[in-house]
């Protein structure tokens, strides 16, 4: 049996979670049972009473708001405990077209993909400011440059599917965006990432995520900075140490050259600046040494994240969810299976 579990982590949508439950469609080919779990984050308003009578069957219910990156790993492990095969994250404020839901899950049940990304025609959207507009085209373009990714891909969507082993590899360790962050684990995984053009809508309502375009940048560009020090520091490391030794060994010979010329004398702050670009490369290179040490230490852990994450869910197929502490979180079951 086949299931998809489409996860929605809202924060006060009351005014759009109905509309984007109701558009999402149960009946897929390939898939044999399609559930809605929101993920609601302490929202103050009527999310969840509006996500229950909308047709959403379970909801992960934050007592407090936790942000975004928190709730969208607790959405992931719901879905795998209720057996995911599948699943989709979606936001709760009509941006995405659910309708195209099966867009996304198709390359994954077919096998050719681990990551579908639900890619924004970001040209279409009149609403969005130009900051945004510009900042989103910015990130992407930086991703692609480091990492190679397709040119259309919209590293910031959150209308993306996952198989169930993408879902059981990713780390999120963020606590405020995790698009990048995902997007940075997946590659590092060796995932394979694929892209879809599906425009999405405009939104006027203020953002629930971010507070000022400034912020954002700052918070976000954090957040995928770390992830890339914390994924490539060896090879940044090893650049920038090559590059001092080289240029170090270049002023060395300059040197020498002058030196057996008789002109030594005259160049001794080349012969300072090779010894000390020298000795800051052999400084670096250690340094890179221990990111190595350090990278590989995280590779085992992640491993070992997955094979218990594997263990925990191997038998999840009976819609029982995960175990929370009460005071944090409750889990409902709004429609459980006869
Ligand atoms: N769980 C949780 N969800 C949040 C939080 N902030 C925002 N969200 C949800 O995350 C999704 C994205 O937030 P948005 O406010 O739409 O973010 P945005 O600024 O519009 O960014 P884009 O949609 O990517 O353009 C929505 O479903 C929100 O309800 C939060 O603190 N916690
Ligand atoms: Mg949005």
């Known amino acids: 049996m086949s299931t998809l579990v489409v996860i929605i982590p809202a924060y006060n949508e009351e005014e759009n979670i109905g509309d984007v439950i109701r558009e999402i469609p149960r009946q897929l080919d390939g898939i044999d049972r399609t559930f809605v779990l929101v993920i609601d984050d302490g929202s103050r308003d009527r999310t969840v009473e509006l996500a229950r009578e909308a ?19 607790d959405g992931l492990d719901a879905a795998l405990s209720l057996g995911a095969d599948v699943i989709v994250n979606t936001d709760g404020d009509n941006h995405y077209d659910q309708s195209r839901i099966p867009e996304l899950v198709e390359p994954i049940i077919a096998g050719e993909a681990d990551i579908v990304i639900g890619s924004r025609q970001i040209g279409g959207l009149s609403q969005m400011t130009f900051a945004r507009r510009w900042g989103n085209r910015l990130a992407n373009s930086i991703f692609r440059i480091l990492y190679g990714l397709p040119p259309d891909t919209d590293i910031s969507s959150g209308f993306r599917a996952y198989s169930r082993d993408a879902a059981l590899r990713l780390s999120v360790t963020s ?79 300059r040197f020498l050259y002058f030196f057996l010329s008789g002109d030594g004398g005259g160049h001794l702050q080349s012969l300072v600046a090779a ?63 006869d």
């Open 55 to 73: 047709g959403a069957d379970f909801i992960v219910q934050h007592r407090h708001n936790r942000g975004l990156a928190v709730s969208f790993r």
């Open 175 to 253: 606590k405020y965006t995790y698009t990048h962050e995902t997007l940075i684990s997946a590659l590092d995984h060796r995932l394979t990432i694929a892209s879809k053009l599906i425009p999405a809508r405009d939104v006027t309502r203020p953002s629930r995520l971010m507070s000022s375009v400034g912020s954002h940048v700052f918070r976000a560009g954090s957040v995928a900075f770390m992830s890339f020090v914390v994924h490539r520091l060896f090879r940044v490391l090893t650049a920038a140490s090559a590059v001092l030794v080289l240029a170090g060994a270049v002023l060395w010979v």
């Open 275 to 337: 010894s000390l670009a020298i000795i800051l490369g052999a400084f670096l290179l250690t340094a890179a040494f221990f990111a190595a040490i350090l990278a590989k230490n995280r590779q085992l852990i992640e491993e070992m994240l997955y094979q218990q994450r594997k263990q925990l869910h191997e038998h999840d197929t009976d819609l029982t969810l995960p175990e929370v502490p009460a005071e944090l979180t409750a889990v409902t079951k709004v429609a459980p299976e």
